[in-house]
């Protein structure tokens, strides 16, 4: 029989997404774009935009193979079981049973019975699953952590990926050991709240030092971090460990310590400056991306300028902008205040272009530098990423999963240009 996933959202659905795979193919099912008796989706719930996208491809995939058994799972599915049901799902799971896919999928075609689970406990195991190989992928995603518990007031990841639990650390060091064996060169740790990872005593300072003693694994790069998780004992890791990525992604989420505030983000601009700084002593150069949220309820045009210049000041390398989405369920939801549509489109598209712009400052720091360049994409030209997250283009050919050195020539429309150094 054949299958299609199709994934929406995050790196941790990206993992799920690819340990479903890795199940199915292992039981002889054969992936199929065009010819699929069973279409598995993979939902994202993190704003309305995630909501609408998710089940516009139920009806999308319902219409093309009205056949095929039809599977939908993830935070969207968790987040509104009665739309999906509607929809004339078959297998309906929300973030738990992932891993058991196969089996429900063998009990719905000997029984045809419609299956729905959804667990609204916030308690729960960590869901063991490990990966040996990512099929489509250079890069390897090792989910290490799921749920969140900070509650952020515009937040519905709370309640729909549950409470933090880890996995098991020496399972973490046994799935990355068999990733490097089968050649991944780059482990991309990722997580909800990556940074909350804790297992038998184990923070995720402890386990980025032991998974890096992998020789040949080249780089360790942590999808997000929140900047309340980065003490001492981490930028010691990042001044003593060259295999840790200079490139991290901390989530700002505003610039004004009001908004903050009513976001119930556990921090002040004083302390993210600060941190921010001492990353910057041991890592001068280093890479920081993040994520703003515009037009959260209460947010003025004043308040946002202070967004501006906080971005400015602390100089990101890249800001992921959203324009603030209200979630059932959240605190914000239930503000005042809230900001209409067409400012939340004006401030998105001014800060954009102040992200392109810092972007563009620090693309351009590497013009005439030879880098080390993973090749992750190879068609007539080759395309490849720095440690530092730099995207790079190279004219010729280049194999994919070779890290390369290439010499940076020039700039344009969002990648640098660059030739192989030989
Ligand atoms: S830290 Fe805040 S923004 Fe991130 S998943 Fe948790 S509640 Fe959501």
Known sequence: MNFLIYTLGCKVNTYESEIIKELLLKEGY????????IVIINTCTVTNMADHKSMKMVRHYQKLFPHALLVVCGCSAQNKKTEYENLGVDILLGNQKKSEIVKLIKDYLKNHQKFTYINENRQLPFEDMQIKKFATHTRAFVKIEDGCDNFCSYCVIPFVRGSIRSKDFNTT????????????????????????????????????????????????????IEITEIN???????????????????????????????????YNLEKFKEIIKKIRKVRPDIAITTDVIVGHPFETEELFLETINTVQEINFAKIHVFPYSKRDKTKASLMTNQVSEEEKKDRS???????????????????????????????????????????????DKIEVNQIINVLIIDYKNGFLIGQKVV
């Open 30 to 37: 054969k992936e199929s774009e065009t010819n699929p008796d």
């Open 173 to 224: 060091l046994k799935e990355v050991h068999d990733l490097v064996l089968n050649n991944h060169q780059e482990i991309v740790l990722t997580g909800i709240h990556t940074g909350a990872y804790n297992n038998s005593n184990h923070d995720l300072t402890d386990l980025i030092h032991e998974i890096s003693k992998e020789d040949n694994l080249k780089r360790i790069r942590i999808s997000s």
């Open 232 to 266: 001492n004992k981490f930028i010691n890791e990042l001044q003593n460990n060259p295999k840790i990525c200079n490139h991290l992604h901390i989530p700002l989420q505003s610039g004004s310590d009001e908004i903050l505030k009513l976001m119930n983000r556990k």
């Open 349 to 395: 598209k001014r800060l954009i272009a102040i992200s392109n712009e810092l972007e563009k400052n620090y693309y351009q720091k590497y013009l005439n530098q030879t880098l080390e360049v993973l090749i992750i994409q190879s068609k007539d030209d080759s395309i490849g990423i720095t440690d530092n997250y730099l995207k790079v283009k190279i004219k």
